[in-house]
């Protein structure tokens, strides 16, 4: 229950502040950039606030094409550079400390969790999906992966990436992404209603199988130096760690879990009963670290990464606001 003196359980309440002060973040974000997007749908001459670079988080695809155009033409594309800032800044995060976005900031991750213990509470237990069945659904999220590398990192050429990049399909696609939660179709709502009772009775449902920025970020985290580390000689075998794991991992038998579908929430190590047995560690690293360290390296690697980018002049947009009054009526016409 403790590690070098701090209970292990505090890591699950560290996680809940990081996840929802980052959560609040979001929605800080998203009403700043409604806000704005309103100014000018109301033909406002000034903005009412200015516009959240933040918001382009939400843009991996196009983030995705400004990280080939950069490694390509060896310059950021200036439309949405937040875009690509955010998308490098997690994959780093990925390499260095597992799949962490997902457990500790990501909103969807956050949500998601919720859900299967809003589920748990209701039905008094989660689901298991049979195990054939778990294994295709999850190469699902690693096919969808495959489809974009080879649209956007294989079969683009830099004439394709600049002209995908220069167009106003773009430009508003952080408009037309607050569109699509904020004038959801039909479709769009069932979709959501069916992935949402999916996501109470089977933990992380749309993480496990479908989300492919997820399966990015697990392959990345393959060579993370950081893992779950089990003290074979002290643990009790009590199973209490691979019962409670958001991903379902087997944890009680594994030396170190090697596993892309280790998020690195911590909620084994808050879990185990014995005094340092379970722990996340770096390779280099022989003695159990405290509880802190893990988040306190996660959160400075996000806050240095968006950091670098404000102070390098690769954060605002350079899109001002008569280009934004331009373009915004032509969303609903704009489709690629
Ligand atoms: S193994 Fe531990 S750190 Fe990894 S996902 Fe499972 S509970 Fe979280
Ligand atoms: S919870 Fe701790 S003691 Fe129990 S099986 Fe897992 S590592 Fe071993």
Redesign the pocket.
Known sequence: MYLNGISTKSASTIRTVVQWCFMLWVIGIGIRFGMFVNSVERGAVVPLVSRPPGVEGFLPIGALTSLKYWLVSGEIHPVHPAALVIFVTILLMSLLAKKSFCSWLCPVGTLSEGAFKIGRKLAGRNYRIWRWLDYGLRSIKYLLLLMFVKFILVDMSVEALGGFLDAPYWAVSDVKMLHFFTSMSLTTMVVLAILTLFSLFYKMFWCRYLCPYGALLGLASIVSPFKIR?DST?????????AICPSSLV??SSTAVSSPECTGCLT?VA????RN??AMQPVFWKRPLPVWVFPAVVVFMFMAGTGAGMVSGHWQSSLSYSDYQRLIPLVQSLSH
Not at 271 to 274: I, L, R, V
């Open positions: 089990r002290r643990c009790t075998g009590c199973q209490r760690c691979s944890v009680h084994c879990h185990c009963p014995e047995v379970l």
